[in-house]
């Protein structure tokens, strides 16, 4: 039997510069060393922390639209940062050197969007538009989800030629509504988080269609641990709003994070702990250890998880949550 990954919550544990803020952290990463890069939509998109929480440095200033969405460490320790509204994905050294950069800015495929709606998206089209993830496969070839504006998974080679790609709007198998996460197995198996279906879907290095993963709600970002355990981040549902595999929801769902074994069964979720919240009707999304909008996921190499929060996109721009409520949250891993 699969033990179960346990965590605590570590809180304060960001040491914030004063003067920054960052109302959505999109997503984090951890470098071998341990230290954290968040990737944020604010005036500095690119902080730097030491595991302990100390700041180092922060960069990136004017080179980012307000649309960060994605960061990926590399195996040598360069970042790819997924940048949904230059529709690019680009590579940089760990201190913002630009290295390598794939799709061109500002030019977005033609699929169809209308630029507001998913349902607008009538096709799949080449890279990009609206990419939201970029996965490192063990043999170095390149995955990126694509994303708001697409429907489609793009393999690339470690240079960025264009393999394939695959993928088109809908529900059934290799279709998508909205591939927002991407992960790569040590088994070069591909996993897809796709959004607004509910649903993690599995496929080969070539694309091939192999399984799908349901038990999990609005999946935005997938890890693994060492031992293989999938880590998902799993955003809210409110009611009234509509799942394309589920139908329209009914009631609130609370956001967590849930952890599947190999075989897709959930194995234990955190998030929606204490009293009930009458605004979200479940627990206070705000409480140390809950989420509001969890949109990132890293783990560092003692085990221990970072959730980013996209917390003023989902919560705080709407009146649901105060501008308190936490954008980047640490627990440790319980030995």
Known sequence: MTSV??????????????????????????????RVYLFCRSEHPLLVYERDGRFVRSWGEGVFTMRAHGITMAPDDTIWLTDDGDQTV???TPDGRLLQTIGTSGLASATGYDGKSVTSISRGGPPFNRP????????????????????RVHHFSSGGELRRSWGEPGTGPGQFMIPHGIAVHEDGRVFVCDR?????????P??????????VQRPTKL??????????????????????RNGPIA???PSRVAMFDASGVVLARLGDQGPLDETWGAADPCRAGNFCAPHGLALDPNGDLYVAEVTWTIG??????????HTIQKFTART
Not at 316 to 325: I, N, Q, R
């Open 5 to 34: 990954p346990s965590f605590e919550i570590l809180a304060g544990w960001e040491q914030l510069p004063a003067g920054y803020q960052h109302p959505d952290v999109a997503d984090v990463a951890v470098d071998s060393g341990g």
């Open 251 to 253: 009631r609130h769902l």
């Open 132 to 151: 939201t993830n970029l996965a490192v496969a063990p043999n170095g070839d390149l995955y990126v989800s694509d994303g708001y504006g697409n429907a």
């Open 223 to 244: 890890v693994f641990d060492h031992r293989g355990i999938a880590i998902v981040g799993e955003l809210t549902w409110r009611e009234g709003l509509r799942s394309f």
């Open 206 to 215: 070539d694309g091939e269609f192999l399984a799908e993963w349901t038990d």
């Open 196 to 204: 607004e279906n509910d649903r993690i879907q599995i496929f080969s």
């Open 316 to 325: 705080a721009s709407k009146g649901l949550v105060g501008p308190g409520c």
């Open 90 to 92: 680009r590579r940089f």
